[in-house]
């Protein structure tokens, strides 16, 4: 009887360190995303994409994880090579552009970047910059350049209509000026035309302010001279007023 109770303990005791193992073994197959991620299984049954968890058999799968959080692609255009504006005034401009791979599009970003890659700075930035740059090149001929300083939000709109949708599995959320200024006349080319009339633009505009401004100054001297003369007028009486006054008393 003793027996038969050990041998039934022990087959219990059996049982339950294989059902613990096969947990184990069960628990280590899972694989949980963390926020901003999803996970790419390989192999068996072909490319899956899961994203909250999935379960990953060795030797029949590899799984990677792909960051699909937003990413700051940087745009910048400076000196001789500044945006051109619709008045030929080239500026400095630093656009920030933010990109995510879209969640419906993964299989295919892993497909053709790979998920290591997918979210990579440079890699981002080696994909976007040329369509990024032209869609800059073709909004900034549409706006002056005093236009663009005080229109940064319909240029914002402009370049996202501009770029669209078709970004090879990636969704372009926002994008902002994060710089702008007038690219300094000692960087622009005269024999460039371009530029020269960009710099004929810059000193026409900048001729008529000085001469505006040389106006208001002048006005603002003939007043205060106007308003000093006035105040010696009126001292002039007042003192006269006295003297009178003092003669008809004595």
């Given at each position: 009887?003793?027996?038969?109770?050990?041998?039934?303990?022990?087959?219990?005791?059996?049982?339950?360190?294989?059902?613990?193992?096969?947990?184990?073994?069960?628990?280590?197959?899972?694989?949980?995303?963390?926020?901003?991620?999803?996970?790419?299984?390989?192999?068996?049954?072909?490319?899956?994409?899961?994203?909250?968890?999935?379960?990953?058999?060795?030797?029949?799968?590899?799984?990677?994880?792909?960051?699909?959080?937003l990413k700051k692609v940087e745009i910048e255009r400076s000196g001789s090579d500044g945006l051109?504006?619709?008045?030929?005034?080239?500026?400095?401009?630093?656009?920030?552009f933010y990109v995510r791979v879209s969640k419906t599009e993964v299989m295919q970003v892993a497909?053709?970047?790979?998920?290591?890659?997918?979210?990579?700075?440079?890699?981002?930035?080696?994909?976007?910059?040329?369509?990024?740059?032209?869609?800059?090149?073709?909004?900034?001929?549409?706006?002056?350049?005093?236009?663009?300083?005080?229109?940064?939000?319909?240029?914002?709109?402009?370049?996202?209509?501009?770029?669209?949708?078709?970004?090879?599995?990636?969704?372009?959320?926002?994008?902002?000026?994060?710089?702008?200024?007038?690219?300094?006349?000692?960087?622009?080319?005269?024999?460039?035309?371009?530029?020269?009339?960009?710099?004929?633009?810059?000193?026409?505009?900048?001729?008529?302010?000085?001469i505006k401004s040389n106006l208001i100054e002048k006005e603002k001297e003939k007043v205060i001279?106007?308003?000093?003369?006035?105040?010696?007028?009126?001292?002039?009486?007042?003192?006269?007023?006295?003297?009178?006054?003092?003669?008809?008393?004595?």
């Amino acid at each position: 009887m003793n027996f038969i109770l050990d041998t039934i303990g022990l087959g219990a005791l059996i049982g339950l360190v294989i059902f613990v193992g096969i947990l184990i073994f069960f628990m280590r197959m899972v694989r949980k995303t963390s926020p901003g991620e999803v996970l790419v299984r390989t192999g068996i049954g072909g490319i899956k994409v899961f994203h909250s968890w999935g379960i990953l058999i060795p030797v029949f799968h590899k799984m990677e994880k792909m960051d699909i959080s937003l990413k700051k692609v940087e745009i910048e255009r400076s000196g001789s090579d500044g945006l051109i504006c619709n008045d030929n005034i080239r500026s400095d401009i630093k656009v920030a552009f933010y990109v995510r791979v879209s969640k419906t599009e993964v299989m295919q970003v892993a497909q053709s970047i790979g998920c290591a890659r997918a979210s990579h700075p440079e890699q981002l930035h080696l994909l976007f910059e040329a369509k990024f740059s032209e869609a800059l090149k073709t909004v900034g001929k549409q706006f002056n350049f005093v236009q663009l300083y005080n229109e940064r939000e319909n240029f914002r709109d402009e370049i996202i209509r501009i770029i669209g949708s078709d970004l090879n599995g990636y969704a372009l959320d926002n994008c902002h000026i994060d710089y702008l200024e007038q690219t300094p006349v000692e960087y622009l080319n005269e024999k460039n035309i371009l530029d020269a009339q960009g710099i004929k633009k810059i000193t026409e505009l900048t001729a008529q302010e000085k001469i505006k401004s040389n106006l208001i100054e002048k006005e603002k001297e003939k007043v205060i001279t106007k308003q000093n003369v006035e105040a010696r007028e009126a001292r002039q009486r007042l003192r006269e007023g006295r003297w009178l006054t003092g003669v008809e008393a004595s």
